[in-house]
C-alpha cells in the first residue's frame, strides 16, 4: 500500500489496518519465538537434513532482503 492510499482512507480504516498489522506481528513472534529465544543449531537439531537446509536459505534470503530494502531505501527513499 502506498502513501496516497493511505492518506486517502478515514480514520477507523486506518485504525483497522494498525490492528491488523498488530495482530500479524503479534502472531509472527510467537512463530518466531523458538528461532529467537534459543541457538540456531539446537532449533535445528531435530529438524531433517532437507527441511534445516532450507531454514537457513530462509533466514540467509531474510537478511539479504532486509539489507537491500535498507539500502534502497537509504538510496532512492523506497522499498517495497
Excluded: W
Amino acid at each position: 500500500m502506498h502513501f496516497r492510499q493511505l492518506s486517502n482512507m478515514g480514520t477507523a480504516e486506518l485504525l483497522s489496518l494498525v490492528e491488523h498489522l498488530e495482530d500479524n506481528i503479534d502472531e509472527l513472534e510467537e512463530n518466531l519465538e523458538p528461532l529467537i529465544t534459543t541457538a540456531l543449531s539446537t532449533a535445528t537439531k531435530t529438524l531433517p537434513v532437507l527441511d534445516r537446509a532450507k531454514l537457513y536459505v530462509l533466514i540467509v534470503y531474510s537478511i539479504e532482503s532486509l539489507l537491500f530494502c535498507t539500502l534502497v531505501r537509504n538510496v532512492l527513499g523506497d522499498c517495497h
